[in-house]
């Protein structure tokens, strides 16, 4: 794992506590955002995962990187990589690395969801009792990686139908967690899925 300096905010809440981030092209920004700037307020070290996968959001170009669906790059252009976050690529980390794996929206997850890799490392993390975090179009990885049969979900209403079709228990509440796993509707509910994810590491 890194070591860098993580300038804390007024809360140590998660200090020495380890969170992934992973994302692939047209992830929803702000998604990324809020988990990244709350965690890291409260001490956790975050590391993001980009997969560079799937199609940019255009004008594409040879060398861009990955970009959220309003733009936002992976490196992010605002906070300088090795104070507040690092960058590390799936095959130089572990699941056993990590406290927590977090899974925006957008459409990365449904880019994400057909990799091998990274559903053998969203199981392998499940399995170790490591949270597993997924908001909006998130669930959609959980769904492919077998892990939601019999568990309270819940998600942006397009995916409530995969949901309960693949066994999950579906409610329409901000944010619900249901043992390890840890699920959010939309946007505007990141302050309790963020909420439930501190509360959760702390």
Not at 10 to 34: M, S, W
Not at 99 to 107: H, L, S, Y
């Amino acid at each position: 794992m890194p070591t860098y300096v993580n300038r804390v905010g007024p809360g140590e809440k998660l200090k020495g506590r380890k969170v992934a981030i992973i994302v692939a092209n047209e992830f929803e920004d702000i998604e990324l955002l809020y988990p990244f700037l709350r965690l890291s307020e409260e001490g956790a070290e975050v590391v993001i995962i980009p997969i560079m996968f799937g199609s940019h959001p255009r004008p594409a170009f040879k060398g861009k990187p990955i970009t959220g669906r309003y733009g936002i790059p992976i490196p992010l252009e605002f906070h300088k990589e090795g104070v507040r976050y690092a960058i590390r690529e799936l095959n130089q980390v572990k699941p056993i690395d990590f406290d927590a794996i977090i899974i925006p929206g957008g459409f990365s997850p449904d880019r994400l969801r057909i990799i091998k890799e990274v559903l053998d490392f969203i199981k392998e993390a499940y399995n170790k009792g490591k949270i597993i975090a997924a908001i909006c179009h998130g669930p959609q990885l959980l769904i492919s990686a077998g892990i939601v049969k019999g568990k309270k979900c819940t998600s942006y209403a397009a995916v409530k139908d995969d949901l309960i079709n693949a066994g999950a228990k579906f409610v329409d509440e901000p944010a619900v967690k249901d043992g390890n796993i840890i699920t959010a509707r939309v946007p505007d509910d990141l302050p309790e899925f963020c909420r439930l994810i501190i509360e959760s590491l702390a």
